[in-house]
């Protein structure tokens, strides 16, 4: 059980805001004082660079850094040497996409994907398919992105060489089932990626058990701070894959004429100096999480989201679009009023909500329609929140919608 | 204050007046004619989509259309353009889309220009909706725009 008033109390944005209703948490999350206070450390105590000091801080400052990696190892059950830090899950992406194109895929290959993803698991490859020529199927999705599976070895032949999905889809909340298509992937010799963004914040995700190759999430969606994305891949294929970017602190030597020798996994896919304070403040929410357990993290929210699914199914005004979807945000419109529009009157009542295509231009042909409302929820939010929201939404209209604007 | 000023000053007629033009737009088709200029408005955000057309001749803009997918007050301002800026000079139209850029920014503006447009009055307190007003009206910029500059 989470005592979810006593963790309230440890985030200063809901001493600052009140009266705000907070349900963008699939956009980004709210910072507790342990994340700021290991960020702030690195500027107050042991501001220094990485792997380059020989000095006091400089070698606390380094433990540091380097100890982030068992934090995400023990929240993904791997080797504190198979987590890299990048900029962002984007970042990741990119390193895993370019990182293969250097080496497994060739004109013709074939990405297998989904249409329900975030522009970060599709542009990535979309760029191989103009330079590389490499082709992208999409697995079959239902109106709500769920998988069938027993449709989905269709789309599988000895051309798939990379099978790239969202663990947990961004605006429907699908859960993808995971180990089967990592079998799958395996089955046919293709490197399995799964997109951990929506994901790794909210549930238990097991890299050994569900057998996954590369992973990509990021830091500021579970508490931590931007600017850092965590890169997970199973060492031997970390060793193989090439660097996107090069630099300061991941090469070993190079020479005048040109040669070089690159440092080992993770440290190659970390090039210039990184963002030291943003990676501290990452591994703390790493454990903050973990202290508060991501089984009972994902417990919570599968209840407050049936709890504003209950409420809000009563709503006439309201379309919802994942209803059967038993986890993630809901995803929904009011009747004749543009997205926008709904946010916006919403966000006059206090609730923050977000309107658009939230990154998954393509998931429109799915779900009938271009732009939805999302409300997305983490463990700090409460059932007098969902109470608030559900009277908010009773009350959109267009009227009131353009009311805000007098 | 006249009966028309007085109008454009209640609330109650100015939200009428956006629901009006986002539920039954104003010249909301897009024609093949070539005479016509026109301009994708996309990239701004990711939700609205809108293409504007115009036919700029002799200094005039004849005729001004539009199409997409767009919130209300996208699509209420876009309209609200289309209609005011018809049949106006090039000189004219860029006097009033000014007076409305100011307006939508918060600053000193000639209401009696803008006419209906004074409906958008209040955007520039909600300010991610600014880029929502001005959609259209940059639209019509840029082609007064290019437009000068042919005759240049």
């Known amino acids: 059980m989470i005592d979810v008033q006593a963790v309230r109390n440890d985030f200063p944005m809901f001493k600052a805001h009140p009266e705000l209703v907070y349900f963008d948490n699939g956009a980004t999350t709210f910072k507790p004082q342990c994340v700021i206070d290991a960020v702030t450390s690195y500027y107050t105590e042991h501001t220094s660079n990485v792997h380059r000091g020989d000095y006091a801080i400089a070698a606390e400052n380094d433990r540091l850094y380097d100890g982030a990696r068992s934090s995400f190892a023990r929240l993904l059950n791997c080797q504190p040497k198979e987590i890299a830090f990048t900029h962002n899950a984007s970042a990741s992406m990119n390193q895993i996409a370019y990182g293969l194109s250097r080496s497994v895929l060739k004109k013709g290959d074939v990405i297998v994907t989904t249409e329900a993803e975030h522009a970060s698991d599709l542009l990535p490859w979309f760029r191989l398919q103009e330079d590389l020529g490499v082709e992208i199927r999409y697995l079959p999705l239902d109106s709500q992105a769920n998988l069938d599976l027993t449709k989905a070895e269709a789309c599988f032949d000895e051309k798939v060489k990379v099978v790239a999905v969202a663990m947990v889809t961004n605006v429907l909340g699908s859960i993808l089932p995971i180990k089967e298509l990592g079998k799958l992937a395996h089955k046919y010799g293709a490197v399995f990626v799964v997109d951990g963004a929506q994901a790794v914040p909210h549930m238990p995700v097991d890299v050994q058990e569900l057998d996954i190759d590369f992973l990509s999430c990021s830091a500021h969606k579970m508490c931590g701070p931007n600017g850092v994305g965590i890169l997970y891949g199973k060492y031997e294929l970390l060793e193989q894959l090439e660097p996107i970017f090069m630099g300061g602190d991941m090469n070993a030597r190079f020479q005048k004429a040109g040669t070089y020798e690159l440092k080992h996994a993770p440290t190659k896919f970390e090039a210039g100096t990184p963002n030291i304070e943003g990676v501290l403040g990452a591994a703390a929410a790493c454990d903050d999480i973990q202290a508060i357990g991501l089984e009972a993290i994902h417990a919570y929210e599968k209840e407050l989201r049936s709890y504003a699914l209950e409420r809000l199914s009563a709503l006439e005004n309201l379309v919802i679009y994942n209803p059967d979807n038993a986890y993630g945000p809901i995803a929904f419109n009011a009747k004749g009023v543009f997205s926008q529009d709904a946010a916006g009157y919403l966000a006059s009542r206090n609730i923050a909500v977000r309107s658009g295509n939230h990154c998954a231009k393509i998931l429109h042909e799915i779900l009938g329609t271009d732009s939805t409302i999302r409300a997305s929820f983490y463990f700090y939010n409460t059932k007098e929140e969902v109470d608030r929201f559900v009277e908010a939404a009773n009350d959109i209209s267009l009227e009131n919608a353009i009311g805000i604007f007098f | ?152």
């Not at chain 2, 989509?49 to 259309?65: A, L, N, P, W, Y």
């Not at chain 2, 309209?79 to 889309?97: H, P, Q």
């Not at chain 2, 006419?115 to 909600?126: C, G, I, L, R, S």
């Open chain 2, 1 to 152: 204050m006249s009966d028309f000023e007085s109008m454009l000053d209640d609330p109650q007629i100015l939200r009428e007046l956006i629901m009006d033009h986002y539920k039954y737009p104003h010249n909301h088709s897009l024609t093949d004619d070539m005479k016509y200029r026109k301009v994708h408005m996309a990239s701004d955000s990711c939700i609205d989509d809108i293409t504007v057309q115009s036919e700029i001749e002799d200094g005039v803009i004849k005729d001004i259309r539009f199409d997409g997918v767009a919130c209300t007050i996208s699509t209420a301002s876009t309209s609200i353009m289309s209609d005011l800026l018809k049949g106006k000079t090039i000189e004219e139209a860029k006097a009033i889309v000014s007076q409305y850029m100011n307006m939508v920014d918060g600053k000193d503006y000639d209401a009696d220009l803008l006419e209906e447009a004074v409906a958008m009055k209040n955007v520039y307190k909600q300010a991610n909706r600014i880029k929502c007003a001005t959609i259209g009206w940059k639209a019509i910029q840029q082609m007064i725009e290019e437009s000068e500059a042919e005759h240049e």
